[in-house]
């Protein structure tokens, strides 16, 4: 399987999300899990290369 792929763009208060079928099940998988461990607001996720270890960029 290939590394999950997905691209995040910001423009004034809009955000534009794409990504293969991998990074979908990936995105899905990690809003899951933020919407379940009682997060305090400040927790966020790195799309960059190389970090959090397994997300690249289209």
């Given at each position: 399987?290939?590394?999950?792929?997905?691209?995040?763009?910001?423009?004034?208060?809009?955000?534009?999300?794409?990504?293969?079928?991998p990074g979908l099940?990936?995105?899905?998988?990690?809003?899951?899990?933020?919407?379940?461990?009682?997060?305090?607001?400040?927790?966020?996720?790195?799309?960059?290369?190389?970090?959090?270890?397994?997300?690249?960029?289209?």
């Open positions: 399987m290939s590394a999950p792929r997905i691209k995040v763009y910001g423009s004034g208060q809009e955000i534009t999300v794409t990504a293969d079928a099940r990936l995105l899905g998988e990690l809003l899951m899990d933020l919407a379940s461990t009682g997060h305090d607001g400040g927790h966020h996720v790195h799309f960059e290369p190389g970090i959090n270890g397994f997300l690249t960029t289209v």
